[in-house]
């Protein structure tokens, strides 16, 4: 790992932290740089680690910049805000599943994984039924059905030499999908953002970090 990476590395997790810490005060203002900070830290992670030399880092990177943007949408509290950010989070797995299939899968490690996950995938989504909106059922369950597939992808990949970075990334994005559903439709008081803002930022560096270690593989 280089100096500038380790760099980017540092400036996205003070940002997620000045983020987690902005947001229990209410400084919404100085919340919105620290996360567009965060988000830019990971992008930035996956581009010097030489994202562009191949297709598995360009499709990764493309999958990053879309979750940079569902960060921008989601910083508001508007419907068609969440939308875009559903919808923006949501090509943004479709973009790693993508990645992961260009790396190399294993069909053998996916089989496995598949009955697991969709069952955990099944609960939630059992969890959030009575919350959701009847207009956001459809987006919320399609959401749902695309990072289950991520992350089944992303253990496919350890069954072809895949670092382990590319799965812990993944699952650590599903877990912190989970803060956002329960802040957003749950609506509980208990601010699920305190842990799963950093479980977010985690996942996108180690997923950003898969790309200058696929390269090196």
């Known amino acids: 790992m280089t100096q500038r990476i380790r760099t980017a590395v540092v ?4 940002g997620c ?3 987690v810490d902005t947001l229990l005060v209410g400084m919404d203002a100085a919340a919105t740089v620290a996360k567009l900070v965060a988000s830019c830290g990971f992008v930035t992670i996956a581009f010097l ?3 562009l030399h191949a297709a598995y880092g360009r499709i990764l990177l493309a999958g990053l910049v879309l979750s940079m943007l569902g960060d921008a949408f989601l910083i508001g509290d508007d419907q068609r805000a969440f939308l875009s950010g559903l919808a923006a989070f949501l090509l943004a797995h479709l973009a790693y599943v993508a990645a ?3 790396h190399g ?3 053998r490690w996916m089989a496995a994984a598949a009955l697991p996950v969709i069952g ?3 609960s939630v989504a059992l969890w959030l039924a009575p919350h959701t909106p009847p207009e956001l059922a459809l987006p919320v369950n399609l959401y749902t059905v695309v990072i289950s597939g991520m992350v089944i992808a992303a253990i496919g990949t350890r069954g072809k030499d895949g670092t382990v970075l590319i799965l812990i990334g993944a699952v650590l994005f599903f877990l912190s999908d989970l803060s956002v559903a329960s802040l957003r439709l749950t609506q509980t008081t208990f601010p699920h953002y305190v842990w799963g803002l950093p479980l977010y930022y985690a996942g ?3 997923l950003a970090l898969s790309v200058s270690q696929s390269r090196s593989q």
């Open 11 to 14: 400036v996205t997790g003070i």
């Open 17 to 19: 932290l000045v983020l």
């Open 105 to 107: 899968v294993s069909l």
């Open 204 to 206: 996108q560096v180690c």
């Open 100 to 102: 992961f299939a260009v």
């Open 49 to 51: 680690g030489g994202a």
């Open 120 to 122: 955990v995938a099944t």
